[in-house]
């Protein structure tokens, strides 16, 4: 009965915590809710100062006294009450309230320079932010001790609620800076641009973690006039970019539709604090209930303690200590990723948050990288699960040996790892410590009998100019990481707002892309090629082109890798070959019986499931003869995955159709491949054939790669064929077929028919 008593105390103990726990919470959540109205004031205030800087007009003026008058009154009412600061305490109180007081101060001082007009638009939204910003993360920081599941989706989802108001309030302010003001400036645009990306992605976080209800109620939000006016409005200013606006829109009307926006996710704000609020009571409640009953037990346990071994009670001590040490771990599973023991996405963000608001409040240097192992989904697939796993752990230990104990790392996805160093000297040269990091992969990594090669890139964002939170901040990395990739030489990269830029040129090339394919705005052109013994036209290549209604021509090495990265080559790789064996059995009809075509195939193309029965519906659908189809592809492109590329090669030779390999020694160049692949001919790349009057290294590979297609017996084609002595270069070396400017350049097929119907051979050496 003894050990029954203690672990009874024990239990109180524990449970009285709890309980302290559970009443902490429900004061930040209240305290949440008191500081709302003073949040939704300053960014009102903070919309219609920009909006009245950008048009110093009375409109905005009248707007901008009625919201500093919300904005006093909440802030009086915000700094008279002491309960509020009674929510807040030890260190986070001092700060607090200093800068709560501070910012009164400044905000007044910020005001006569606004009335002066002393600022540009944007320069006026900052101090509003340090104000803002404090008493979000307040709000934000409700613990989650002690709180059921319920609970804990209802705090997520809240402080993903809190920060996509806030953006919004962003896009409310550049959005009427950028409608009001005289003349368009790109960098309110690109800011624009970046407050629209965060949004969505707080958006999707919030679907993502609220509880069906609140998912139900924003996307009744959505459905307002006032928010598809927004989204029309956006998608206006995306479209038209940087150099102009819309025209016909006001920014006075913006801000009012945007207002309207916002206050409805301020009211669905505060009715999910009270919620939260009311969760918070009743497990306070029922804590409350369980204490009384527990106590009750532990006084009838007291009656009978002496009927109770030690033996029992140290029984029962060793099982309290076990569930306690697994309590544990759970918990440190829950911040923690249980294969390196780093801290996790979630933790890793709850530590960057805070220590993003240190730097911005005492004006320190912040640094976060994000190392993205390169490759590490094909080795997850070659070597396993295991070995994958075993692969994580060991670059883990590396990067911890190298960093230190006392730098926060974390394990953010499945093959990424983050490090934040903050005020650090290394910051002074962040590319020598992404150098270190990169680095610390050479070594191979061994792992049983296999010795495993490990490449990376770098995203980098260095603070100041600080971003709102963590989750915009991981935003930029993703993006810097992004553009890292593009990097071969460096593989890391610092984030910088043109990067944005560039990403929003990627987004509106994709809509481009797709607008291009619903209205056949594609064309192709078609170069001959001509048999250097006879001068005449044999075959011609069908090469894509893009007439962009605003931008004109846009180059094939343009678009054509950002349609692969996209997918949307698959379905204008389809589009292609049918047009080009319709043509070419169009021109055939027409009395060019022998003629062939070629056609381009990307990787992306080839290793689709269905692309032989792709070919062979074109063939059926156009009349066209297997024969006269030629595929040309490159040596890259053959070498991704030369099982499955052999069994498709292959299978389009049964239909009868001819293989070409594209670019020919510029890659591997191998002649063992060759022999393994069903390819009639070869290109000798045009670089070769441009330095030929040079000698030298070029002159040698065409030898060679000539020499070698006539010992398999295959059909070479050399392309860039400018002048003459290279034609006769060529030809005294058994080139059979050339193509390039001395012959035509890429026309239409209305061109091309003029000149075939010309019937007059080309001139041979």
């Given amino acids: 009965m003894t050990a029954f008593l203690i672990m009874a105390t024990i239990a109180l103990g524990e449970h009285h915590q709890r309980h302290e726990e559970r009443t902490r919470m429900i004061q930040v959540a209240q305290l949440a809710l008191d500081g709302k109205a003073l949040i939704h004031a300053l960014q009102a205030e903070r919309g219609s100062t920009v909006g009245y800087l950008s048009a110093l007009d009375n409109d905005f003026r009248a707007i901008l006294d009625e919201h500093r008058d919300a904005t006093d009154q909440a802030l009086r009412r915000y700094q008279r009450d002491e309960t509020i600061y009674q929510r807040v305490t030890g260190a986070d109180l001092a700060v607090f309230r200093r800068q709560l007081e501070e910012g009164a101060v400044r905000l007044e001082a910020h005001r006569e320079r606004v009335d002066r007009h002393l600022l540009h638009p944007l320069e006026s939204a900052e101090p509003y932010g340090r104000l803002i910003d404090p008493l979000i993360l307040i709000a934000s920081s409700t613990p989650e001790a002690g709180a059921t599941p319920g609970m804990l989706s209802l705090l997520a989802a809240y402080r993903r609620l809190l920060m996509l108001k806030e953006q919004a309030a962003r896009e409310r302010s550049l959005g009427s800076a950028w409608l009001t003001a005289g003349t368009p400036d790109p960098v309110i645009f690109r800011n624009y641009l970046q407050r629209v990306a965060v949004q969505e992605l707080q958006r999707s976080q919030f679907l993502k973690l609220a509880p069906d209800i609140y998912v139900d109620r924003l996307h009744a939000l959505e459905q307002q006039p006032a928010h598809q006016e927004v989204m029309a409005i956006r998608a206006a200013i995306t479209q038209q970019g940087e150099t102009q606006k819309p025209a016909g829109l006001n920014g006075l009307h913006w801000f009012q539709v945007t207002s309207e926006r916002i206050d409805g996710l301020h009211q669905l704000e505060r009715t999910l604090v009270r919620d939260i609020l009311d969760t918070g009571r009743d497990i306070k409640a029922a804590s409350q209930r369980q204490w009384i009953t527990l106590l009750g037990v ?439 077929q050339a193509q390039g400017y001395l012959y035509a350049r890429p026309m239409p097929a209305s061109a091309c028919l003029t000149l075939m119907q010309k019937r007059e051979a080309f001139d041979v050496p």
């Fill in 298 to 736: 532990t006084l009838a346990l007291l009656i009978l303690t002496l009927a109770l071994s030690l033996t029992i009670a140290r029984t029962l001590l060793q099982r309290h200590d076990r569930h306690a040490q697994a309590m544990q771990r759970i918990q440190f599973l829950a911040s923690h990723d249980a294969l390196t023991g780093l801290p996790n996405r979630d933790h890793f963000k709850e530590h960057l948050n805070q220590l993003l608001f240190l730097a911005r409040s005492e004006k320190r240097s912040l640094g976060v990288f994000l190392l993205d192992l390169e490759g590490f989904t094909d080795i997850n697939r070659i070597w396993g699960e295991s070995v994958a796993d075993e692969l994580l752990c060991r670059v883990s230990e590396r990067l911890c040996r190298l960093m230190g104990p006392d730098v926060l790392m974390a394990r953010i996805y499945g093959d990424q790892f983050g490090v934040v160093l903050y005020d650090s000297p290394q910051l002074d040269n962040p590319e020598h410590l992404a150098a270190d990091l990169l680095g610390a992969l050479r070594p191979p990594v061994e792992i049983g009998p296999r010795r495993i090669e490990v490449k990376g890139n770098i995203g980098i964002v260095l603070c100041p100019p600080y971003p709102t939170d963590a989750s915009e901040l991981l935003a930029y990395l993703a993006f810097s990481v992004q553009n890292a990739k593009d990097d071969l030489l460096r593989r890391h990269s610092i984030f910088e707002p043109v990067i944005m830029s560039r990403h929003s040129e990627l987004l509106q090339m994709d809509r481009d892309l797709e607008w291009a394919l619903e209205h056949d705005e594609f064309e192709l052109y078609y170069q001959p090629k001509v048999d250097l013994v006879t001068g005449a036209i044999v075959s011609v290549e069908a090469l894509l082109r893009w007439n962009h209604p605003d931008q004109g021509m846009i180059p094939p090495n343009v678009f054509i890798p950002r349609a692969e990265a996209n997918g949307s080559i698959i379905p204008l790789g389809e589009q292609v070959l049918r047009k080009a064996c319709l043509q070419c059995q169009a021109w055939r009809e027409q009395g060019f019986e022998d003629l062939t075509v070629a056609v381009n195939l990307s990787a992306v193309q080839l290793y689709q499931a269905n692309f032989v029965e792709q070919v062979e519906r074109a063939l059926a659908d156009t009349g066209l003869p297997a024969e006269a189809l030629e595929l040309e592809l490159t040596e890259s492109c053959l070498m991704e995955d030369m099982d499955v590329a052999e069994r498709i090669l292959r299978s389009l030779c049964t239909l009868g159709v001819s293989l070409s390999v594209d670019d020919f020694g510029t890659g591997y160049s191998s002649l063992a491949y060759l022999r393994r692949f069903p390819v009639s001919s070869l290109k000798l790349d045009q670089r070769f054939v441009k330095e030929l009057e040079m000698g030298g290294e070029a002159e040698l590979i065409a030898g060679a790669v000539l020499a070698l297609a006539r010992s398999l017996s295959l059909i070479t084609v050399a392309e860039g064929v400018e002048n003459h002595y290279q034609a006769k270069w060529l030809h005294e070396r058994g080139c059979h």
